[in-house]
């Protein structure tokens, strides 16, 4: 049974599509706009459109939740930041229905809301197996558009509202594409961003750094720990066989072959537990030095940037680094034709304070 029209992609059709729009494509009524064309420009429509809140909202509540003195409750704050994503999905909704195009507009409060998550509320983990009859539930063929936020579930234990951390919005697309897959035999992801893609370097060490045409999810899962922002780490445990994600930018038509696709590798197989990937790799280096993860161009993966994705995933380096050496090390690397793609994650500012005033310290007490 599947919903009409196929998602077509480089990997064939895919029997249903889920896009996501990101906070920084939502930041002001123009850009809303040029989403809300996006998707009645597709062909077929999406199964379902996810939506972050606007801009930085998300970082303003947080920061007014902090300023205030708010309440250590985190489900109060999970419940604030909830109406930043309810916003951008009521947004949205509008623009589409203003188009013409019929839309349910789906919000945590209620009654069919699909996404049951556990655990902390201020870093939940989506329950698939309670939150697959919903969604089953929420889509059936023939259904009209449903947009929905993106960040925020309601918990399976108090009904009360949870957020999935930094980078939920990827973690919803992704989780839906795949009990929307469980149902309809596959489906197609697209997470539209401010970039045309997962690029092969940070480019604003590398400036002339270009999208990458495919990567496994192993390859993205490294880069994410890494430091690439481009995809959530967290929503990449969500991922599937019967999942085609794609990266593209807002700029480009959601039927094209613009952008980066992630796919698993043919052994991969669908984990049964999600759980949520490392943020952070160590940093033996010290505390005010950042880490360049590389994938390195071996046999299996020296195929030209826009070839397929490897079978195997060849093993990443780290390198440590002191944050003012970073880019030139980096346009080195790249320079010398020995990378598949690379990461970079600063260290934390008050690790580089730290740094910074100990060195000060070191140079006040020299002869």
Known sequence: MALPGGAVTDRGPRAVRVVKFGGSTMGAAERIAAAAHRVIEADPRPAAVVVSAPGDLTDSILAWSSGIG?????????RALSFGEALGASLLASALTALGVPVRLVLPGDPDWPIVATGDPMASEIDLGLSAPRVAALFPPGAPLRVLPGFVGRSAATG??????????????????????????????ILVKDVPGVLE???RLVPEARPLHE????????????????VAASALAYMAPSVLLRVLSIGHPLDGSDGTVIRSSPAGSE???????????????GPGWGVVTVLPRTPASGRPRDGPAPETVPTPLRVWVRPEDAGRLL????????????????????????????????DEGGP
């Not at 930094?166 to 992801?189: I, M, P, Q």
């Open 70 to 78: 708010g309440s250590s409750r985190a489900e109060e704050v999970a």
């Open 160 to 189: 009360g509202i949870t957020t999935l951390g930094r980078g939920g919005s990827d973690t919803t697309a992704v989780a839906l594409g795949r009990l929307l897959a469980l149902r309809y035999g596959s489906s197609e992801v």
């Open 201 to 203: 370097a940070d480019p």
């Open 215 to 230: 990567l496994t999810v192993e390859e993205m899962r490294t880069l994410a720990v890494g430091g690439a922002e481009v």
């Open 271 to 285: 984990a049964t537990t999600p759980g949520r990937a490392a943020e952070e790799p160590p940093t033996p280096g």
């Open 331 to 362: 346009q080195e690397l790249h320079g010398s034709g020995a990378l598949r793609a690379s990461a970079y994650r600063e260290p934390p500012r008050s690790a580089r304070r730290a740094a910074a005033e100990k060195e000060g310290a070191a």
